[in-house]
């Protein structure tokens, strides 16, 4: 967590990382970081908030695999990932 803090500090954005991060894994799921909360699921669409904003999950499929910590593992088919403010 401590280079991605650095990075934000670099680009000129805040030295706490309180949005929320995602990494996915094409036509497997994705990986989510800083959720604090699930307001929408359904097996085509997931909407993570964090402390500021979110993300909207799209797919086919989708599951949660893993909810724990502010971490949230989703599986299935995710076609794409978009903000939410």
Known sequence: MRLKEEIFKLLGGEGEV??????????????????????????ERIVFLGRRGGVCVEGKDL?????????????????????EE
């Open 63 to 83: 599951a949660l695999g893993k909810y724990c910590a502010g971490d949230a593992a989703v599986l299935g088919d995710i076609r794409g990932v978009s903000r």
């Open 18 to 43: 309180t949005r929320v991060q995602y990494t996915v894994v094409d036509g497997r799921g994705g990986y989510f970081q800083n959720v604090k909360r699930i307001s929408e699921f359904s097996a």
